[in-house]
């Protein structure tokens, strides 16, 4: 009778560890957490001093990072407002391997090792039937700034951190709009984003 009674109560034990363990394997695992941006960028003129500039809301700020021919690009971009930004971002993978870091920028045609491309697009609305584009790449004109990673998540693949570009003494980009004679400018390209997932 009590050998019968210990064997039961050790059944017991061994169904409801295995009970448990199920129950643990079977937890789903954690969400990733939403991605996060902020966007904004200024044209800054010398000669007199002043400055206009354009803060994105968080909500009008599309971000995406993928791998391309054994490069990370990031992309980011804002919507629905005026005038529009874009940033695209080319970094080598290796940069991943070395977690938080910050680079400069490529400045030569010649790709330069641990340096980041950066493009800059600024759209507006030249008339209401039209926009109009203005392109600025880092390795065209003098560009001062960095990219930053702040932290890279290798399990899940998320990259987070900062940019800051200003391409120095180029065209005023709203010159088409404005009255002669055309001004010299900096112009400036700020964001942050944080848990982008690279595909």
Do not use: W
Not at 98 to 108: C, E, F, L, R
Not at 165 to 170: C, G, I, L, R, S
Not at 178 to 184: D, I, L, T
């Amino acid at each position: 009778m009590h050998t019968c009674t210990r064997f039961l109560v050790l059944l017991s034990f061994t169904l409801l560890a295995t009970s448990c363990q199920k129950d643990k394997d079977e937890q789903p695992a954690p969400a990733a957490p939403e991605p996060t941006y902020r966007m904004s960028s200024a044209v800054f003129y010398p000669s007199s001093g002043t400055a206009v500039g354009t803060s994105h809301r968080a909500n009008r700020v599309l971000g995406a990072a993928s791998r391309e021919n054994g490069q990370v690009v990031l992309r980011f971009k804002s919507r629905q407002d005026a005038p529009e930004d874009e940033v695209r971002l080319v970094l080598p993978s290796s940069f991943l391997t070395s977690k938080a870091g910050t680079y400069a920028y490529q400045t030569t045609a010649a790709p330069t090792p641990n340096t980041v491309q950066v493009t800059y697009t600024k759209t507006y609305q030249l008339s209401i039937s039209s926009l109009l584009s203005k392109v600025y790449k880092g390795h065209e004109q003098t560009t001062e700034g960095n990219f930053v990673i702040t932290a890279f998540d290798e399990k899940n693949q998320l990259i987070s951190g900062s940019y800051e570009a200003t391409f120095k003494d180029v065209s005023d980009p709203f010159s088409e709009i404005s009255p002669p004679p055309a001004r010299k400018s900096h112009v400036a390209v700020y964001g942050e984003f944080s848990h982008v997932s690279i595909r």
